[in-house]
């Protein structure tokens, strides 16, 4: 049981380039979040799924696009990644959706971007 | 919508001594509330929440925490620190999405 994976650990890009950021779980949850967190700013919701199928936006959701593959994965897509995108960014999963429930969510290790 | 504020960035503790980190937090009902800790390289681990009743929660590690509606906190306290304990914490409020504050960065002297 390894909870929420995320791949890859570290990535370096070129403003333009573009890129996927992986995370899937084994935990049979229902909601997946994507968040980025940047110094003194906490973390940031960028786009959330709270079921197989469905996909919302967060706070910050500009420059990204989401696809929630299955109910195991959720992944994150940099069209034209810019320097304001360097972060780290986590991904997330519940068993509900956070909104009207006390689901703890349970967090991967994260994904270290930096834009040059 | 919902916010939280966590007033200090950094706190120093000496091993052995009591701990409490603040956090406020902004929503116009009873939220949902959460403290999470986050050590050096790794994901996010949850501590404790409050959802109803009980004011005060018991979390993982020794860790607890006060519900105070009146003051709109959610303090999170320790009687003894470790110093396995250094990790940034970050209190978070839940009402439609999570809102997490800017975290307070805990180092333990020996």
């Avoid at chain 2, 939220?31 to 018991?58: A, C, H, I, M």
């Amino acid at each position: 049981n390894a909870g929420v994976t995320q791949t890859p650990k570290f990535q370096v890009l070129k403003t333009g380039q573009s890129m996927t950021l992986q995370c899937a779980q084994d935990m049979n949850h229902n909601s997946m979040y994507w968040y980025r967190q940047d110094p003194g700013m906490g973390l940031r919701l960028i786009y959330y799924s709270a079921s197989e199928g469905t996909t919302d936006k967060g706070e910050v959701p500009n420059g990204y696009n989401v696809s929630r593959l299955n109910k195991r994965e959720f992944s994150l897509r940099l069209e034209s990644a810019a320097p304001s995108q360097t972060s780290v960014y986590f991904c997330a999963s519940s068993e509900a959706p956070t909104s009207g429930s006390t689901d703890t969510q349970y967090f991967g290790p994260g994904t270290r971007l930096t834009v040059l | 919508a919902q916010s939280v504020t966590q007033p200090d960035i950094h706190i120093t503790v000496s091993e052995g001594a009591s701990l409490e980190l603040r956090c406020n937090y902004s929503y116009g009902a009873t939220p949902y509330l959460f403290w999470y800790v986050q050590s050096p390289g790794q994901g996010l681990q949850l501590l404790l929440k409050y959802f109803s009743g009980d004011t005060l929660v018991q979390g993982i590690k020794g860790f607890e925490a006060e519900f105070k509606r009146s003051q709109s906190s959610f303090n999170l306290r320790k009687p003894s620190v470790h110093w396995s304990d250094a990790a940034e914490y970050f209190c978070a409020v839940a009402a439609g999405d999570m809102r997490f504050g800017a975290g307070t960065r805990l180092t333990v002297k020996p």
